[in-house]
């Protein structure tokens, strides 16, 4: 059940209807965006404990979770637009984004656009600039094997939720509460009664192809970033071998590591003035994972 302390409502932008969560408080805007395929619910842990300081609020995106679904929409330009609307249909002229993986393209975006009406940025292992990652995961030594699937089903809420932990076992390692409810929030029934993702797979492509194609717009004025990044080895599924698993750590090490520490390099060249945290052996949910360090850095970069 649904504990966190919000309102659930929904807002009329740019010919769509978005789903956002608020918390209430008192003070500057903070808004809280999501990584791909999550809703709002996603921070109903980590967000209400701002509420001492800041109004506080979080946003569903189109196409995720209880926001509307339409076919098109998906490039930066009318995901920032999505995001500016919304911000004035609340009356709200500026605002502190907090982003996660995918949003650190919204942030830059926003902020590169709308400049004047940012007054800091946080971004959650979000790193903007992925152009790179297609090639880089080319390179991937499991890249083409996909998860077994269940010769049926799934058909309730439950076995999803254990054929999600068995594929992902990072996800498995922070299952909480929390996840049982975003999950409600990103599944639905197809015509044969089988629990399926909400998101159609046309609309996950043209999310991904926008992102690994955005080319980060300068930011003209100094405004004040917070920026984690997580270092860490994939947790890998039982499904695999013990040779696919030996060369999946071999990738990490060889590749992938290294290239996220030059894009977390490339960022701070940008953003020279950006407070930088790297989490090494994090997780790439951080805000959930290591919450305390999260909460604590954040904390005190929005109250300096």
């Known amino acids: 059940m649904d504990t966190s302390p919000h309102k659930s409502d929904f807002v009329n932008v740019n010919g769509i209807k978005l789903h956002y969560l608020d918390w209430g408080g008192e003070g500057e805007t903070l808004l809280f965006l999501t ?9 109903d842990k980590l967000a209400p404990r701002f509420t001492d300081s800041f109004r506080v609020l979080a946003l569903t ?4 979770g209880d926001s509307d679904y339409p076919d098109n929409g998906y490039d930066i330009d009318t995901l920032v637009e999505d995001i500016r609307q919304f ?8 605002v502190i984004l907090v982003g996660h993986s995918l949003a650190g393209a919204e942030l830059t975006h926003f902020a590169g656009t709308y400049s004047e009406r940012v007054i800091k940025l946080v971004y959650l292992d979000a790193l903007d600039d992925r152009r790179e990652l297609p090639t880089i995961m080319e390179k991937n030594p499991l890249k083409g094997i996909e998860p077994p699937k269940a010769e049926d089903g799934p058909f309730t809420i439950e076995e999803y939720i254990e054929n999600l932990k068995a594929n992902r076992p990072d996800l498995a390692d922070i299952w ?9 929030h990103s599944i639905k029934k197809d015509s044969d009664g089988k629990i399926i993702d909400r998101m159609p797979e046309k609309v996950e492509k043209l999310l991904k192809d926008s992102l690994f194609a955005y080319v980060p717009v300068e930011i003209k004025i100094q405004i004040p970033i917070l920026s984690f990044h997580v270092l860490g080895e994939a947790r890998l599924p039982d499904y695999l071998s013990e040779e696919q698993k030996k060369l999946s ?30 989490i090494p052996d994090g997780h790439h949910y951080c805000f959930i994972a290591q919450e305390e360090l999260v909460y604590d850095e954040m904390r005190k970069f929005l109250l300096e």
């Open 61 to 64: 995106r189109r196409a995720h």
């Open 176 to 184: 909480s509460e929390l996840w049982d409810i975003e999950i409600i």
């Open 249 to 278: 750590g071999q990738f990490d090490k060889d590749v992938r590591l290294p290239f996220r520490k030059r894009l977390i390099a490339e960022f701070h060249n940008r953003f020279p003035y950006a407070k930088i945290v790297v």
């Open 35 to 43: 990584g791909l395929g999550l809703s709002a619910h996603i921070y």
């Open 87 to 94: 911000l004035d249909a609340l009356s709200i002229h500026r």
